[in-house]
């Protein structure tokens, strides 16, 4: 969805390397959400936010640390990348405007190797 | 805790041919159940969701998503299967607080041969 940005698609960086993954939306949803995709695994959740004050945990929190800098723009960092955080990421945005089931929508992804 | 599982890594089908796609779910409280689908070099696009109402839930693309309870089963349908249906296929649920994320299962790749 073109309403949902990522950058970088692609990259690729060393172990110990600090990274940020960024995700921008033009949605004026209020939630969004980082999850990490592997082969068999489906998508795991790593952080979420409902606003900009509320952020929580996932699933598989460690080695990454989240910043909702406003309601549109939500970043991803790894402190210091490994190899097993090698993966596709995904930011994903929802509206709880009126409801709070309503979908979500994802943006392209990040391919991220640590070599 | 919410759990999904998708018990077939791939289903292969004609074209033509009817298709199902199979998800459990585990959640306490009532469910909320979500399908999407994923393109090659894509990100997710939702298809349908269950919320209340009606057991059988109509979405994008001429697909449908049967709920049952005593099952705890939504399973993807679509009557004629075309092959550019071909793609990853994944089930989720949300609890009923609305205060959690979706709980993604592995997902499931549909091939549909011509």
Same mark, same amino acid.
């Given at each position: 969805d073109a309403d949902v940005t990522q950058t970088p698609r692609n990259r690729i960086t060393k172990t110990g390397k600090r990274i940020m993954l960024? =995700?921008?939306?033009?949605?004026?949803? &209020?939630?969004?959400?980082?999850?990490?995709? &592997?082969?068999?695994?489906g998508l795991r959740l790593i952080y979420y936010s409902f606003d900009v004050k509320d952020i929580n945990k996932g699933e598989i929190s460690d080695g990454y640390s989240v910043s909702r800098q406003a309601q549109a723009k939500f970043s991803l960092s790894l402190e210091s990348a490994i190899p097993n955080q090698t993966a596709l990421y995904? =930011?994903?945005?929802s509206d709880t405007g009126t409801s709070v089931y309503n979908e979500q929508f994802f943006g392209p992804g990040t391919r991220l190797t640590v070599l | 805790a919410q759990s999904v599982a998708q018990p077939e890594d791939q289903v292969n089908v004609a074209e033509g041919n009817p298709l199902t796609v199979k998800c459990t779910y585990s959640v306490s409280g009532n469910p909320y159940l979500f399908w999407y689908v994923q393109y090659p070099n894509r990100g997710l696009q939702f298809l349908l969701k269950y919320i209340t109402g009606d057991n059988l839930v109509k979405g994008s693309y001429g697909f449908e998503a049967e709920f049952n309870k005593s099952q705890t089963s939504f399973h993807l349908k679509k009557p004629s299967a075309l092959v550019s249906d071909s793609a990853l296929y994944?089930?989720?649920?949300?609890?009923?607080t609305g205060r959690r994320a979706l709980t993604f299962g592995s997902g499931t790749r549909l091939q549909v041969q011509p």
């Open positions: 960024e =995700c921008s939306q033009t949605k004026g949803h &209020d939630r969004m959400y980082w999850y990490r995709q &592997d082969p068999g695994l995904f =930011c994903a945005t | 994944f089930c989720a649920v949300r609890d009923h």
